[in-house]
């Protein structure tokens, strides 16, 4: 069999399970891949001598009939992920030469589950930014390409969404704090889901916005998708947040129909200057759903407008006390000292070094918002905007609304470089359609539908109760089945 | 509300990062574009809206107030830029 870094999860666990090849093989080709992949920036700290010792062991485990749900699939982790002994960077020079002591919740139930790690992904700088220009290691490519400029694959989770869309893995870990695993996934055509806050353990995956912050996996198929969040998903002692409740078979939740049920559109989410492409799109995923059997009524979520706002003052306030941490003291980089300095300056030139722009910029907002005098008017007022955020949804939902579809991104994927002189609100407007789920700590999935009239993919959002994941997935289903998205980037790198 | 020069070195002070003083003009303006961006919050009526806390409604879970984890004064120590004798070592702070 060739190219066996193209299959999916879910073909590569019933063709391992049926002796019909072997992990090794199925890891080397993803490792070949890779190494002929560098064009993209997507795999930043590579380990292919773990992943083919975890490979042979999984295949001994196979062997014995004994293949929990990922055994011997290779995936990519998020550089965000803490793994023991490998370099954990959040794609930041002030964590240069980190390599953890211990194994993140997330990366180490993926591990449980038989999963082959291949390396660390490229990703934004703690995971602040949408295009993947805020890293340390450079630009994430998209593998799409329209003509001779290299685009963007989104943010923060870029590099995740790069290796996914070019084949290097067959899965990989996300992270999603305003948008981060559903616009990269809309940008590169594939499927991507961020589950109900506390769903996935938060313990050892680096800290941006805690209360926004969750894991999720980057697929190249529903199924997939589903497959993977069943592995990553757990209760964990370790995270305060993480919820004590059982995780469903998420695969078989897939089988269920949705006649019947009903699907909202937001009226808020058509919004100005949106596209033509995008708004047909969405009237088409809108019709597929209708044709399956759902039941599509027009809603309201009032508040809409105000997420963003509200999510960069929480976030960056967060971020600021979050990142604290990061002082030359305990790990990574220490900035040379000058005679005569005392600590501050030691604090003040390791963190100016450190950090890159981006980053000094959403903790010095953080910090403002959180200053006294202005904690009631930014901090406090955002907490209060968005428990009105979260109503609007409860309230859609109370009503008999089981998911929501909106678009996924007000835009396909745009050109590395072009939006470097824009003010930085303009890239905050990326994660218009998909920050409000963060905010009221719903489920999301992005599912690719479509390509715009350049031959970029699109993507649709789906926006479900919460810990309804089951429930998501199989609307998602349904939508991926009538979209038919087949398309893949042609090779170029 | 606007940022001016002073206010922009104060929170950078604020937040431990060196700011050259030629940087600030350019640091106050864009934290201005920021900051109208989100005074658009004003617009909303928050009267009698309780600030979130909590976006799950579980309660924090409580547990034994007993040590679970220590003696790993090594990896403790593994990633410091500058660890002496079992320290981490730092710049004299007390004369």
Known sequence: ?493 | MSIDITTAAKVAKLARIKVEDDALPSLAEEFNAILGFIEQLEEVDVDGVEPMTSVTPQRLKRREDVVTDGDQQEKVLSNAPDAREGFFAVPKVVE
């Open chain 1, 1 to 493: 069999m060739s190219d066996l870094n193209k299959l999916t999860l879910a073909d590569a666990r019933d063709n391992l399970r049926d002796k019909e090849i072997t992990s090794v093989e199925l890891t080397e080709a993803c490792l070949s891949a890779v190494d002929r992949a560098k064009a993209l920036n997507a795999f930043v700290h590579d380990t292919p001598d773990l992943a083919l010792e975890q490979a042979k062991a999984a295949d001994a485990r196979l062997a014995e009939g004994d293949a929990p749900s990922m055994c011997g699939l290779p995936i990519g982790i998020k550089d965000l992920f803490c793994t023991k002994g490998v370099a954990s960077q959040a794609a930041s020079a002030i964590l240069k030469g980190f390599k953890p002591e211990y194994e993140s919740t997330v990366s180490q139930n993926l591990r449980d589950a038989g999963a082959v790690m291949l390396g660390k992904l490229n990703m934004d700088e703690f995971a602040m930014g949408s295009s993947n220009e805020t890293s340390v290691y450079g630009d994430v490519v998209n593998p799409w390409k329209v003509d001779d400029r290299n685009l963007t694959p989104g943010g923060s989770s870029g590099g995740s969404a790069s290796a996914v869309a070019a084949d290097l893995c067959l899965a990989a870990t996300g992270t999603d704090t305003g948008g981060s695993i559903r616009q990269p996934a809309a940008f590169t055509g594939i499927v991507g889901i961020k589950p109900t806050y506390g769903r996935c353990s938060r313990w050892g995956i680096v800290a941006f916005a805690s209360s926004l912050d969750q894991a999720g996996p980057m697929t190249k198929t529903v199924r997939d998708a589903a497959i993977m969040l069943e592995a990553m998903c757990s209760h964990d002692p370790k995270d305060s947040t993480s919820v004590d409740m059982a995780v469903p078979n998420f695969e078989a939740a897939l089988e269920g129909d949705i006649k019947g049920k009903t699907i909202g559109i937001p009226k808020e989410y058509r919004m100005d200057g949106m596209p033509d492409e995008i708004e047909a799109l969405w009237s088409q995923g809108t019709e597929m759903l209708k044709d399956a059997g759902a039941k599509v009524v027009d809603i309201s979520l009032p508040h809409t407008k105000y997420a963003l706002p509200a999510y960069y003052v929480i976030a960056p306030a967060e971020a600021s006390s979050n990142l604290a941490r990061y002082d030359g003291v305990r790990y990574g980089h220490r900035a040379k000292l000058s005679q005569g300095d005392g600590i501050t300056e030691m604090y003040e030139k390791t963190r100016a070094e450190g950090f890159g722009p981006e980053v000094q910029r959403r903790i010095m907002i953080g910090t403002y918002v959180l200053s006294a005098g202005f904690y009631d008017a930014y901090y406090n007022r955002a907490r209060k905007v968005r428990t009105l955020i979260k109503k609007d949804f409860e309230d859609v939902f109370a009503q008999g609304v089981d998911a929501i579809l909106t678009p996924a991104t007000p835009s396909a994927a745009f050109a590395l470089g072009e939006m470097k002189d824009a003010d930085p609100v303009q890239m905050y407007l990326n994660d218009v359609f998909t920050v409000t789920v963060n905010l009221a700590g719903l489920p999301g999935i992005s599912v690719p539908a479509g390509l715009d009239k350049q031959g970029l993919p699109l993507g649709l959002q789906l926006i479900g109760k919460p810990f309804e994941e089951g429930e998501l997935l199989q609307f998602a289903h349904t939508l991926e089945r009538a979209a038919g998205f087949v398309a893949k980037p042609e090779k170029w790198w």
